[in-house]
């Protein structure tokens, strides 16, 4: 097969419980991002966004690779992988170091200074960083800037939010795509990916929560006046609704889940609905009738609960008493009929399910909120590209300029 | 000795091939099966059976009915024998029809209801007409229970011993066994629940068609068929065990599992005059060799007391790929001497009497090899549970004591029990069997919330 030669190519990888989805995208002159396409395929071997076996993994990963190739005509190399898992785990840290520069001018040298004394923050054994974001800097007055470059300070403080996971479940994940010849260039916290596609720059600022509903699990990022303050997951996911389903009726999970897709709601069926649900039948299966009643109430009591054990999670943490923001919820699981009238029952803030922003090129991919996490990965890449110091002149030395001004961030 | 006796209805090519149907009657073999079902791993029927439909509508079986509902408006037998068996009779044409497709039954009860109880002999002549197999897996009732309770389950267990080819019985008792019942009884009495739910799982499995290689029905027979009239007290005890070849789990720690089982009393079980024969069920993946299985059986019988005769069944299944299960199910096969009881009056007083070295101890006793005085001349004690403490004891022990005038009596706390390992399994997670659990607020969230939180499903 004769691939084009795309030269800026960014290719985004989400390995989920029900799909590994690639997004191959170009990055034009201009700094735009255009959707190429997305290849997909469905997930074996993954549970609870955890790889359980390898094999079936790398399998369903070398056909969502083969998809993504034949769709956009570019040969991948290289990608950047969404990692996710009810492992990670997160905490705020602020460190603080003196400044006895000229002036007390803070320089370069002072931020990297305080990068590395982050690195050095003990984690528990086994873990590894995943991230360590920088939420602001704050000078010896009190007061927070996003870029202390230029500015006197006594002292310079940074707040961290650091997001690590266990080494070698991470490293199965790479491993497995590195497996098949393709080099993993960097890596993001899915729920960090998923806002760069679903929060625009100005709910960031305002404040704002994304509820990734994903299949093997839900994740969670909150901002706070533009910096992430808060991450979590739990293993519950779109999976359990159908394994609920499954063992309440006594199906077969592929059934389970038609029944899900088709006919499942979380909600009380509007008036003049059906009162039951017909199964159709096959070679092995016998035509069933289900009340629609159970249908609603197993799923129901299951994502009521997933919704509210995120909402008891969020109101642990100190941000939540002052969170004014709204709760945005994306992902496949979230767009179950009645799911915005329960979330919005059970949370106590505004909350909207939302769609990932849109991208120039491919437009079908757009309108999928199960795509959310691949798409905003893309939009990670690019600005970590844009972050990572390059080598070379010319449109490399206007990227090393804003990579020193740090001037784009997550 | 386990012997095999030739079993007239396995040349009855029909029967063998039928899955077995496990048959929960009453709330205590309602809830048996349920747990059966939330396993979720064998593939058979599964019928709960009641007379009060609350029971019946929290269960979880795939079948399920409320029975006699113009005699009891759903509300139950309240333990009436005598309504237990006009529900019978009014249902009688509907049931006999349900049961005449049935060849391989497992049934669950608790003896000295009503309606389990009185279910339990009809069913049986039931499925026997048609000439089915049947064995019972039963729990006494607990040795606090009135006394005429206690001689209705009597009555019970002794009709299900003539019609039934195979009782397994557990005691109630058993559930001080667990170290959490101190807190909350209900969880020694759940741990009673699972044990009889996986005596229930290994009947079915040699049972069912395939069955288990050198096990047989005939085995089963041999083993909880061969009780006279008189015998009232436990018969089986279970361990069980799981293992998971992936993470390297050895044989060793898979049999330490089994015998650690609360139920074997920390091998009090073998003391005499209790468990003297055994099966063990083996449940596992194609992987696992014919070597390994030696080793396996070596490894359980080093455990066992020297020639304990014991049988050894094995089954591959490929949903068992990468795991061992194995339950050990042990029998008391030789009868007690103790004269028979007339079941038709109330329990007569029984003076009090000195220690019998044939008493079996209650579960939370030390071994009874310990030191007790010389055994006295037989005279029939309070003979209704297998947990039967004598009134007048050696001073230094002390135990929970079976009232001998329905008086419940606080004594000291009985001395804790070291325990290994609680082999206590939550319900089924379904495909997330293979999968590390989600675990939140001690709660298992792959688990089904609806089951978590007991609603009833409709279906």
């Not at chain 1, 690195?119 to 995943?130: K, N």
């Not at chain 2, 389990?116 to 009809?122: C, D, Y």
């Not at chain 2, 030390?366 to 403490?389: D, G, S």
């Amino acid at each position: 097969m004769f691939f084009r030669n795309y030269p800026n190519i960014i290719v985004a990888m989400e390995v989920g419980s029900s799909k590994v989805a690639v997004a191959v995208s170009e990055q034009r002159a201009d700094g735009s991002l255009v959707l190429l396409g997305v290849g997909e395929a469905k997930t074996s071997g993954v549970r609870k966004c955890e790889i359980v076996n390898f094999e079936y993994a790398k399998q369903s990963i070398s056909h969502a690779l083969k998809d993504a190739e034949e769709k956009t005509d570019v040969e991948i190399s290289e990608v950047y992988l969404a990692l996710s898992g009810a492992h990670i785990h997160s905490e705020n840290v602020e460190l603080t170091t003196a400044i006895h520069s000229e002036g007390n001018e803070i320089l370069q040298e002072h931020l990297d200074d305080l990068d590395g004394m982050i690195r050095h923050q003990s984690l528990e054994p086994g873990y590894s960083f995943i991230h360590e974001i920088i939420r602001h800097y704050r000078l010896d007055d009190g007061s927070t800037v996003e870029n202390p470059i230029g500015l006197s300070s006594r002292r310079l403080s940074a707040q961290y939010h650091l997001i690590s996971g266990i080494t070698t479940r991470l490293q199965t994940t790479i491993r497995c795509v590195k497996e098949l010849g393709v080099n993993v260039k960097g890596f993001a916290l899915g729920s960090l990916a998923t806002a760069q596609a679903v929060l625009t720059e100005a709910q960031k600022r305002e404040g704002a929560i994304i509820v990734n509903c994903g299949a093997g699990a839900t994740d969670w990022l909150a901002y706070e006046a533009g910096g992430v303050i808060e991450t979590g997951v739990i293993a519950v996911g779109g999976e359990h609704l159908t394994n609920d389903l499954a063992l309440g009726l006594k199906l077969p999970p592929l059934k389970a889940e038609d029944l899900k897709l088709r006919h499942g709601r979380v909600d009380a069926a509007p008036a003049g609905a059906a009162e039951t649900v017909v199964i159709p039948g096959d070679y092995s299966f016998e035509e069933r009738i289900v009340p629609m009643e159970s249908v609603q109430m197993i799923l129901n009591a299951r994502q009521e609960e997933t919704l509210r054990i995120v909402l008891g999670k969020l109101s642990e943490k100190a941000f939540w008493p002052h969170f004014r923001g709204t709760v945005h919820f994306t992902g496949g699981a979230s767009r179950i009929p009645g799911f915005l009238e329960l979330a919005s029952e059970i949370f106590p803030v505004p909350v909207s399910l939302s769609m990932p922003l849109p991208l120039e090129g491919d437009q079908s991919r757009v309108s999928r909120p199960d795509l959310a996490t691949v798409m905003g990965l893309l939009r990670y890449a690019q600005i970590e590209d844009a972050n990572t110091e390059p080598e070379g002149f010319g449109f490399g030395s206007l990227r090393k300029l804003f990579a020193a001004m740090r001037l784009f961030s997550f | 000795m386990i012997e095999l006796v030739q079993d007239e209805s396995e040349r009855n090519g029909g029967a063998e091939e039928a899955p077995a149907t496990v048959i929960g009657l009453g709330q205590a073999g309602i809830h048996v099966v349920d747990q059966l079902v939330m396993r979720g791993r064998e593939r058979f029927e599964a019928i709960a059976l009641d007379a009060d439909s609350v029971s019946v509508d929290g269960s979880i079986a795939p079948e399920k009915a409320t029975l006699g509902v113009g005699l009891c408006r759903g509300l139950g037998c309240y333990g009436d024998m005598a309504l237990g068996r006009a529900v019978w009779k009014s249902e009688a044409e509907r049931l006999q029809t349900r049961f005449s497709e049935v060849r391989q039954a497992v049934l669950a009860l608790g003896l000295g209801g009503g309606a389990g109880s009185a279910l339990a002999v009809e069913t049986v002549k039931a499925i026997k007409r048609n000439e089915g197999r049947v064995v019972v897996v039963a729990s006494l009732p607990f040795a606090f229970e009135p006394a005429p309770r206690q001689a209705a389950a009597r009555r019970v267990l002794a009709e299900l011993r003539e019609v039934a080819d195979a009782v397994l019985v557990f005691a109630a008792d058993r559930a001080d066994a667990w170290e959490e019942s101190k807190q909350n009884i209900r969880k020694g009495l759940h741990g009673v629940n699972l044990a009889m739910a996986r005596a229930v799982e290994a009947s079915a499995q040699i049972l069912a068609s395939g069955g288990m290689n050198a096990i047989s029905f005939a085995d089963l027979r041999s083993l909880y068929g061969r009780f006279g009239e008189g015998e009232f007290r436990e018969n089986c005890w279970l361990g069980r065990g799981e293992a998971s070849v992936s993470e390297g789990q050895g044989l060793e720690a898979l049999v330490a599992q089994v015998l650690s089982s609360p139920l074997l009393d920390g091998g009090a079980v073998f003391a005499e005059g209790k468990a003297d024969s055994g099966m063990a069920c083996l449940m596992t993946g194609h992987e696992f060799s014919l070597t390994d299985l030696k080793v396996l059986r070596r490894e359980l019988e080093a455990a066992l007391p020297k020639g304990f005769p014991l049988a050894f069944g094995t089954r591959t299944l490929d949903r068992h790929e990468g795991r061992l299960s194995l339950s050990l199910l042990l029998a008391s096969t030789r009868p007690q001497a103790v004269p028979e009881v007339r079941t038709e009056e109330p329990m007569p007083q029984p003076k009090p009497q000195p220690i019998l070295a044939e008493v079996p101890a209650p579960v939370s006793m030390p071994l009874p090899t310990k030191a007790k005085p010389a055994p006295a001349p037989v005279v029939m004690p309070e003979p209704v549970v297998a947990v039967v403490p004598a009134p007048a004891l050696a001073v230094a022990e002390e135990r929970n004591l079976a009232p001998v005038d329905n008086v419940v009596r606080r004594t000291k706390s009985p001395k804790p029990v070291k325990q290994e390992e609680l082999p206590f399994e939550g319900g089924s997670r379904g495909r997330f069997e293979n999968s590390s659990e989600t675990i939140y607020n001690g709660e298992n969230l792959d688990q089904p919330t609806f089951l978590r939180r007991r609603m009833a499903v409709k279906e």
